[in-house]
């Protein structure tokens, strides 16, 4: 049985790839860290030079199912010997990995996608056991990163480079793309599978090794998808994992043989992961917070819309970077607003494995109570709750993390239900006269990661195409991700570094150029018939 020690908790809000990170000046130890002397529950590994690792460390983080808050697994704050640890081996693995061939790169990541696809199930049910979303929905998440690493496949035609014959007499200059060493993620707890996909696969793919810190909330994808690595013939050392939380952060920020960090995940961190990193010389990219519109015009298919709306808010218990949060309704659709309210009433909260759920738990008690508490503030401040899913019980788990879905309207843009992201299914809701004050609310918001227009006017959607400045944009598409043969673009506040992830971005992150400018004289090729007589010395 597990040793009854007092636990050392720590308290944060919940919209976060590592917890603890929303207080990094000041806090220590995550939402759930304890030490102990003797536990029962499985523990995370490290893994170090193609090793699963048990942690020597002294704290460790408890993993909670979100459906009934069991203790499912813990995982350690790696100390910092072992941390180096995998540095080391990386860094070592990057002098034959980086001259291995580009076909043979690209060979691991068939293997890999195939390995992938045929475990598909076995990833979707870690995910829903740790993070809680349906099965349906954790299945889709591990599609959306295996798409990621089928276009690492067709990385030979990716890292080609340039020439230009004859820059001069007998000259010519050509460059072609170098990895840079040693990489490393930082990934969230709300797509436990398809946010490592974006990191590693394409990483390794261009020649760089990987210290990988999944999420400590719910590593279990994680661990699973690198083990499916080393099968399909990732050389040992290549790919390396960390857990932690702030102190493994600033390890990864601070570690001079690091020499990239992708990170996805709160505005706290993301801005403290870029100043630290690049303040030490590396490359970050860091995806953040956002607060998506979908504008709805009175032209646009009715029925249609709703269900867009309704499954982009409250899918995966809102807790996606790219939910549409807020609808902007354009004159008379506005007086859709019941049905929408009736089409999200119909939605079933359940645990996730339970057949046809819509809507499953949120990721800790936390992240309740901070949603309950902004709606809560919503009507204080004015804002009136259409439909309250606070309080919702779920028979036979009543113990889970729910908030049922949530409409709030006659919300005003300095209203904090607006202001802040969420991160819940709670569906703010606006109303203006004509698309332009709808592109001027959406413009002045600080984050940047994509919106939506619903419209059957392509007059319409041109023009909120071209006008608004998001960097993501749905014309009758809710949730405009794009596939990675393009790559992820939100901007504004929701983003800082200056290359997105994946697709031609993601492999100019991941490389650097090297120039060369040659010189071969065209007389110096002249060929000379041999002499037989004796030389004259002339």
Not at 424 to 443: G, K, Q, S, Y
Request: glycine letters at 8%; proline letters at 6%; hydrophobic letters at 40%.
């Amino acid at each position: 049985t597990r040793a009854r020690l007092q636990p050392l908790r720590v308290s944060c809000p919940a919209r976060e790839a590592t917890p603890a990170m929303l207080r990094l000046a000041s806090v220590r130890l995550p939402l759930g860290v304890r030490a102990y002397a003797a536990a029962s529950v499985p523990t995370a590994k490290l893994v170090i030079n193609g090793k699963q690792v048990e942690s020597q460390s002294k704290v460790w983080m408890d993993i909670h199912n979100p459906a009934t808050n069991e203790v499912v697994s813990r995982v350690p704050q790696a100390t910092n010997a072992e941390m180096q640890a995998a540095v080391d081996a990386a860094k070592d693995a990057f002098k034959s990995w980086s001259q291995t061939s580009v076909m043979t790169r690209q060979s691991v990541m068939f293997n890999l996608s195939r390995i992938i696809r045929d475990n598909m199930t076995d990833l979707a049910k870690s995910i829903t056991r740790e993070q809680g979303k349906t099965l349906a929905d954790a299945e889709g998440d591990v599609l959306r990163g295996l798409q990621v690493v089928e276009q690492a496949c067709s990385l030979p035609t990716m890292l080609m480079g340039d020439i230009q014959p004859n820059v001069a007499q007998d000259m010519e200059t050509y460059s072609f793309r170098l990895p840079l060493g040693v990489c490393a993620g930082i990934c969230p707890f709300n797509f436990p599978a398809m946010i490592p996909l974006w990191m590693f696969p394409l990483a390794i793919a261009c020649g760089n090794t990987y210290v990988l810190k999944p999420s400590e909330r719910d590593p279990g994808a994680a661990m699973m998808l690198v083990d499916m690595a080393k099968k399909a013939g990732v050389p040992d050392g290549v790919l390396n994992v960390v857990h932690g939380s702030v102190d493994t952060v600033n390890f990864i920020c601070d570690n001079p043989d690091i020499r990239a960090i992708s990170f996805v995940g709160s505005d706290t961190a993301g801005k403290h992961i870029w100043e630290r990193g690049t303040k030490n010389g590396k490359r970050v990219q860091s995806n953040m917070g956002a607060k998506n519109h979908g504008v709805i015009m009175p032209d646009a298919n009715r029925t249609a819309t709703l269900n867009a709306l309704v499954g982009a808010a409250f899918g995966a218990a809102g807790q996606r970077c790219m939910a549409l949060s807020v609808a902007v309704f354009v004159g008379e659709s506005k007086s859709w607003l019941p049905d929408l309210v009736k089409m999200a009433k119909g939605l079933k909260v359940n645990e996730g494995f339970q057949p046809g759920t819509d809507v499953g738990p949120m990721i800790s008690p936390a992240a309740l109570k901070r949603a309950e508490s902004i709606v809560g503030k919503s009507v204080t401040q004015g804002a009136k709750v259409l439909l309250d899913g606070r309080g919702v019980k779920v028979p036979g788990y009543e113990k889970g993390n729910w908030l049922g879905p949530t409409v709030i309207t006659n919300v005003k843009t300095d209203m904090e239900c607006y202001k802040e992201e969420i991160f819940a299914p709670v569906l703010v809701c606006l109303e203006v006269d004509t698309l332009d004050e709808a592109i001027d609310v959406i413009n002045r918001n600080r984050w940047g990661n994509g919106t939506a227009i619903f419209t059957n006017s392509g007059a319409a959607a041109r023009k909120f195409t071209m006008q608004i400045e998001a960097g993501q944009v749905g014309i009758n598409v809710p949730i405009p991700v794009p596939l990675p043969f393009f790559s992820f673009t939100g901007n504004k506040g929701s983003y800082v570094g200056d290359l997105n992830f994946y697709g031609k971005a993601g492999v100019q992150f991941f490389t650097q150029l090297k120039t060369i400018t040659s010189l071969w004289r065209s007389a110096d090729a002249t060929t000379l018939k041999a002499a037989t007589v004796m030389p004259t010395m002339k």
